[in-house]
Structures are given as structure tokens and as C-alpha cells.
């Protein structure tokens, strides 16, 4: 079975880091049972989010990204990542 993780981000560069390494530690446990990807989604952000999603997904061919060219909402930017 695949799993989608949908990451709204805005303004989380600090953040995704931590949240991507912690994450794959709780896939590791899970990859019997599931094939993951994530997809996050910048909403906007001014900080450097963009280019840490574009890192991860040069290291990673199971992430994602979406960029927002501005702040549309989580809301909105949970729809297109399951979109």
C-alpha cells in the first residue's frame, strides 16, 4: 500500500529538516507494510523552505514538491498536494 505525506510549509526551513529525518525513522519501522512519498507544499514562504524542499529532493526520489507563488492557505495547499 502507498502512503502519501502531505507537508503544507510556509516559512519552515528550520523545521523540515528535523521533520524529515524523524519521519523516515517512523518509515523505517513501516516499510514492510507501506511505500511512502512526500510531497510538500510551499505556500509562499520568504525564507529558504523552497531550496531545502529542492535539496531533499535531489537526495530523495520519494519527495516531492510543490511551490506556491504566494501564501494561499494550508488549506489550499493541502488540496494540491493531494491533488
Known amino acids: 500500500m502507498k502512503m502519501s505525506l502531505v507537508v503544507p510549509c510556509y516559512n519552515e526551513e528550520e523545521a523540515i529538516p528535523i521533520f ?3 519521519a523516515l525513522k517512523v ?3 513501516l516499510k514492510d507494510e507501506f ?3 512526500f510531497c510538500f507544499v510551499d505556500d509562499g514562504s520568504k525564507d529558504g523552505t523552497l531550496e531545502i524542499m529542492r535539496k ?4 530523495d526520489p520519494k519527495v ?3 511551490s506556491f507563488s504566494r501564501n ?3 488549506e489550499a495547499a493541502l488540496y494540491a498536494g493531494l491533488e
Do not use: A, D, T, V
Open 56 to 59: 531533499l529532493s535531489e537526495q
Open 27 to 29: 518509515i523505517e519501522q
Open 72 to 74: 494561499f492557505g494550508k
Open 35 to 37: 511505500e511512502f512519498e
Open 64 to 66: 516531492h514538491y510543490i
Open 20 to 22: 524529515y529525518r524523524e
